[in-house]
């Protein structure tokens, strides 16, 4: 059996390593401290990504390098992101791998009209938006196989998005939730688990190689309607959510950090946010999981 090799154990890499399993592949998952699924035929190793020479070590033979790791912070990309970067990319050229990519819309900064496709030019404005576009193009000029899978904000179980972090607890205390964030603007929510399957298609497959794929995504929906959908497939009464105005993120920027890196990237929830993925979708064949059945899994997940 071929081996994979997943870096990160977030949910994105614990839904790759999954999905590799259940088509019978042979998994290491790595993260800094061993941690990972527990599901049958995953191997779990513990070691710093950024280091090339442990990192050659876990991935010798290996067939696919997937990069699902993502630091705990925004505060953290600019310190964390590229040595990982150097380390992986080495890897799998000492294996003659393909690298695939966990990416995000960040690289093409604030678009007109909100819209992107692959042909979208990367444009970030922000350092956060330029780190991705850098890395990227560090890879495809890295003289080795590899694809970047681009989603928007997950939802899905296991993932930390508006759900686990607004509409939940908002529903759980009854109280309404303040959102950074133009609740009636249409945004793209990508599945998790659409992201995953993506990542094991492109991955596996030459012809997605040395290019940028999107993920096949429900239609876009704004915050307002999507809470409501949750409350209704928890039976709750609809989250009251009340709009933080655009300045307040910004303000809280000028002395706390989180906040001034999360006003960076705040174009996205003022203003449409708008993925095609079409290309994808015509490509491999792939599509999206209907939105109720998101809704309904992420929900029961978290009664469980």
Known sequence: MAMHVVIGAGSIGTNVARLLIDRGESVRIVTRRGSGPEYPGVERAAADASDPVRLAELTRGAKVIYHCANPP??????????PIQDAVISAVRANDAVLAITGSMYAYGPQPGGMMNEHTPMAATGHKGRLRKRLWEQALNGEIHTVEVR????IGRDSNGLYSVVIEPAM??????????DLDAPHTFTFNGDMAQALVTLGNDERAWGQAWHVPSPPAISIRELAQRYAAAAGRPPVKLIPMPRAAMRTAGLFVPAAREMAEMDYQWYSPFLMD??????????????LNIIISDQVSAARA
Do not use: H, I, N
């Open 73 to 82: 912070s925004y505060t953290m990309w600019e310190q964390m992101l590229p």
């Open 277 to 290: 993925a079409s290309k994808t979708a015509d490509t491999f064949g792939l599509a999206a999981t209907d």
């Open 151 to 154: 989603g928007c904000d997950y």
């Open 172 to 181: 759980k205390s009854g109280r309404a939730a303040w959102v950074p964030a």
